[in-house]
């Protein structure tokens, strides 16, 4: 059930593609139904991102690696501070977070799998009932 929404300013199909599947590999990796990991792709317009009252690609960045970008991401009720650490330098890699990076940020937000449904085949299923002993 993990979903993770990345808001960013434009990224080739590759690139999202390469996050995707590194993410879904490491969820896969962490217990979860990899099929079942969704990964959203938001791009961000000039001027709709503001850091202290200013437009964020105003601020000072390197021309390589990440300028800026938001990510929300909804995850299993449970995971312990080591998972959201481990998952947070995940995404800032995945994303090509640097030195030069003005702003990232990340939210984690556990969600009970029962407030979680699938829809497959014509039939809707609740992630507690779909998901038993995986996270």
Known sequence: MPTITIRTTALSTTERRAIAVRLTRWFGDHDSDRKHVVVRFERTEEGTVFVGGLPVEALPHEDEGLHHASVVCCVSVGRDEAFYEE?????????????????????????????????????????????????
């Open 87 to 135: 998952l947070a330098t995940v995404l800032a890699d995945s994303l090509g977070m640097t030195a030069g990076t003005p702003f990232l940020y990340l939210e984690f937000r556990p969600t009970p799998k029962e407030s979680v449904y699938f829809g497959a085949q014509g039939r809707l299923r609740r992630a507690d009932a779909t998901l038993r002993g995986n996270r």
